[in-house]
């Protein structure tokens, strides 16, 4: 199951993550379709998590939903991978040069979090989502780890109903008719 990782070329040196993924019985355009028409509105969770933390809930669709809170689409592999990223400078300032991003230092903090699209051996794809974190200097380090103690969890269960609502889609709207 080996696929191009966008990811590796932004984000090749990172000191958080978070990885999740799922198997889904359709093929990789299908389930690529439903990352890019994820729909998360009709999640209680998932609009609860964001109000806590302070976050829009007014469009609740993936691309829509990342225009809101400043994240860049960055790159798309169709049918492959999408690419988010975030510099965090200090607020209000938030910039993501697209092609100057792998080697940018200049931020204290770069996020990527990226949706991939791979085929499973057994005919069905996995889609995973992973999440990279790097802080510049050993100080900011120490201020982010206890955000991403406290966050992780949270976004990691936000990925997993992201995730299952993405094999919903998928499976629903597939070209073929073999059963789910």
């Known amino acids: 199951m ?10 090749p040196v990172y000191q958080f993550c ?10 990789k ?15 209680l969770t998932i609009r609860l998590l964001f109000l806590l933390r302070g976050m829009p809930t007014s469009d ?16 798309e592999l169709p049918d492959q991978e999408l690419l988010i990223g975030f510099k965090a400078r200090y607020m209000p300032e938030i910039v ?38 790097w802080c510049r200097s050993r100080m900011t380090r120490m201020t982010f780890w206890p955000y991403w103690i ?6 990691g269960l936000i990925r997993r109903i992201m995730l299952r609502k993405i094999r919903q889609s998928a499976q629903s709207n597939r ?6």
């Open 2 to 11: 080996t696929s191009p990782k966008l990811l590796d070329t932004y984000m």
């Open 150 to 155: 406290l966050v992780r969890p949270f976004s």
């Open 18 to 27: 978070e990885y999740h993924a799922i198997a889904i019985a359709c093929d």
């Open 60 to 75: 609740m669709r993936l691309l829509g939903f990342l225009q809101k809170v400043n994240f860049t689409l960055m790159r």
């Open 29 to 43: 355009a299908t389930a690529y379709q439903a990352i890019r028409t994820l729909d998360f509105s009709d999640s």
């Open 96 to 133: 993501v040069d697209v092609d100057g991003f792998p080697l940018d230092e200049s931020c204290p903090i770069k996020m990527t979090w990226n949706f991939l699209v791979a085929e499973a051996e057994d005919g069905r794809v996995i889609v995973s989502t992973e999440t990279r974190a």
């Open 175 to 180: 070209q073929d008719t073999q059963p789910c």
